[in-house]
């Protein structure tokens, strides 16, 4: 399995304030939403690689329902 890929990312104070809200507001970190948000640019702009795999979930298991 191939491992994630690491970049460094300058944003303005005021960009990365407003993801870190959005992100708050959705449970994610600013880091997930970062992907998400990429992730939707390049779909929305043909450009989705077909061989990217899904993101990972995160946060608790569901509930076993037995």
Do not use: C, F, Y
């Amino acid at each position: 399995m191939a491992e994630r890929k690491q970049i460094l990312l300058r944003l303005d104070p005021a960009v990365h304030e407003a993801l870190s809200r959005w992100a708050a507001d959705e449970l994610r970190s600013v880091n997930a939403q970062i992907e998400i948000v990429l992730r939707r640019a390049l779909s929305e702009a043909g450009r989705a690689p077909t061989s990217a795999r899904p993101l990972p979930r995160r946060g608790r298991p569901p509930k076993d329902p037995g």
